[in-house]
């Protein structure tokens, strides 16, 4: 039977504090578990078949290590990791756990920072949110993820690169670059976002449908889930540059502050769209009111129109005997032509007063 969200989420009530329990949904097919060993002279890269194979390279000399697990169903392989590298219970219960707020925390012999990936899924116009936990330690680093795909690929590429700073500088150096890939993927997730805002104004100032205010609710929708998952990063990052640990060395904490800064620009964009699409809800619900202002115009004019119209009219439809027009030759056409007279001359005096 496949559990939701929730009820794993009752699984863990009343357990003990470190029990693993995994809490999301299953995005992954299968575990997928890749190695990247390299310094400045040598890169291996290879995709595991079991947690072991890693030990091979832990305690290797001069050898910077990077473990990255794609999917988290499977919770003898996090344990097994985590005993390898001696992570703590409670580390590994985070993990496992994808409601996790972006937090970092030290634990003298690694630093853990867990974030969120936000991926766009360009066919159903939809954010995908996936969780990434981030183990720093002395000269390796283990990244979990709930899916394949990630932001990565461009740190890996400069891996490849023998003169790249990744290559020079120790696991430190990575873990900034793996979190400012993450930071830097916001900024094209927003300027998507900002390209669909800019088509919804001009179509709400055109011709708004509830169409429109259906996709304006919609990327508010977003707004709030990137608010959530950035907010919480500054104070992230500033306890990474706060940290007092000789894990993160003071040539990391200047890009450390580079981090900072694009994350305060990405909550500064995040917030003005929200006040964008606010404002717009408002535009929405005047533009309809001043069009229904519009149709009750134009029926109240018609109305009138017609209202001596149809006094006219009720006065002849009287069917009274001595009424001396009911037998005239011209009668009726003369009563036409005046109800029309009067139909017109009221027609030009509202267009007098710019009333239609």
């Known amino acids: 039977m496949r559990l939701t969200k929730l009820g794993k989420k009752q699984l863990q009530v009343g357990l003990a504090p470190g029990t693993l329990v995994y809490v999301g949904e299953k995005k992954a097919e299968r575990i997928v578990i890749s190695l990247c060993a390299y310094n400045s002279e040598e ?90 936990s981030i183990i720093l330690g002395s000269n390796y680093i283990l990244s979990f993820q709930e899916r394949e795909g990630d932001v990565f690929d461009p740190v890996r590429d400069r891996l490849k690169n023998p003169a790249s700073r990744l290559r020079k500088n120790g696991v430190d150096h990575l873990a900034y670059s793996l979190i400012d890939a993450i930071v830097d993927n916001y900024f094209l997730i927003l300027e998507h976002f900002g390209e669909e805002i800019e088509d919804l104004e001009e179509k709400l100032i055109v011709n708004p449908t509830p169409e429109t205010m259906r996709m304006i609710q919609k990327h508010k929708r977003d707004m709030i889930i990137l608010r959530r998952s950035v907010w919480p990063l500054r104070e992230l990052i500033n306890s990474l540059q706060r940290a007092e640990s000789g894990l993160i060395k003071e040539s990391t904490q200047i890009y450390l502050r580079d981090i900072y800064d694009h994350t305060i620009q990405v909550i500064d964009s995040i917030e003005a769209f929200r006040d964008i699409l606010s404002s717009m809800v408002d535009v929405y619900l005047s533009s309809l009111s001043n069009r229904m202002n519009d149709i009750m115009k134009i029926l109240t004019i018609i109305a009138t129109i017609f209202i001596p119209l149809t006094f006219v009219a009720g006065v002849y439809g009287m069917n009274f005997d001595y009424m001396p027009e009911l037998r005239w030759h011209w009668g009726y056409p003369v009563v036409m032509l005046g109800m029309a007279l009067i139909g017109i001359s009221m027609f030009l005096y509202f267009k007098k007063k710019r009333w239609v």
Not at 65 to 81: M, P, R, S, T
Not at 103 to 116: A, C, F, G
């Open 43 to 132: 890169l291996i890269e290879k995709e595991l078949q079991t947690v072991g194979e890693c030990l091979t390279f832990k305690d290797k000399p001069g050898m910077n290590l990077w473990v990255n697990v794609d999917g988290l169903d499977q919770i003898e392989v996090i344990e097994k990791l985590g005993s390898y590298f001696n992570i703590h219970p409670l580390t590994l219960e985070d993990v496992l756990n994808t409601g996790q707020r972006p937090k970092m925390e030290d634990y003298d012999s690694y630093i853990y920072t867990v974030l969120k990936m936000i991926l766009l899924d360009e066919e159903r116009e939809e954010i995908i949110m996936d969780q990434v």
